[in-house]
């Protein structure tokens, strides 16, 4: 069965403690999500799985943002989550590769508005693990899309974090009901 990996929104400014919407930076760390979101890539390419890395991002003066978007709306009253800038930027400790396709997203789910369900169908793929922040909005949003577009959906959950410990169990049990839910280390 063809597969793929997909990690979302592992950016600056929504994991790194001086993001401007710093929401998941403590728990990404408490949880290791990194060390988990890089053993899942290692574990992808080893096995020729194609990897994709999608993150949230706005042009300057915010476009492509509603302006009653409550959710991301912060990102224009913060100047956060703007291309080119460094808040847009994978992590540093993310394993990021000079050829991993990136896809920019305006909306919670990967799949609004980007390529993403065209480069997964155009290379056969049936399987999607995905990773990510957050658990209770990204991944919520993506898990739940990708399985009605009939893929088989795995949560990779130390891969995962929410702005905390009971957002994140909330939803994976949620998410346990649409997706296989599994650690980093069952890829192997």
Aim: aromatic share 6%; proline share 5%.
């Amino acid at each position: 069965m063809r597969t793929a990996l997909v990690l979302i929104d592992l950016i600056n400014d929504l994991i790194h403690p001086d993001g401007a919407m710093s929401t998941y930076a403590a728990e990404v760390q408490r949880r290791g999500v990194l060390t988990a979101a890089n053993q899942a890539l290692e574990r992808a390419r080893a096995r020729g799985w194609p990897t994709l890395l999608v993150k949230v991002a706005f042009r300057a003066g915010y476009p492509e943002l509603p302006a009653h978007a409550p959710f991301l709306g912060r990102a224009r009253e913060l100047g956060g989550l703007r291309l080119g800038q460094w808040g847009t930027e994978f992590h540093a400790d993310l394993a990021v590769q000079p050829g991993d396709p990136v896809l920019v997203k305006h909306r919670l789910s990967p799949f609004h508005g980007t390529a993403l369900a065209t480069l997964l169908r155009a290379a056969g793929i049936e399987r999607l693990l995905l990773g990510g922040v957050g658990t209770a909005w990204a991944l919520q949003a993506a898990v739940r899309e990708a399985h009605d577009r009939d893929f088989r959906v795995v949560l990779v959950e130390d891969a995962c974090a929410a702005a905390s410990p009971q957002e994140h169990d909330q939803s994976i049990g949620q998410l346990s009901r649409l997706a296989a839910v599994v650690l980093a280390a069952d890829l192997a």
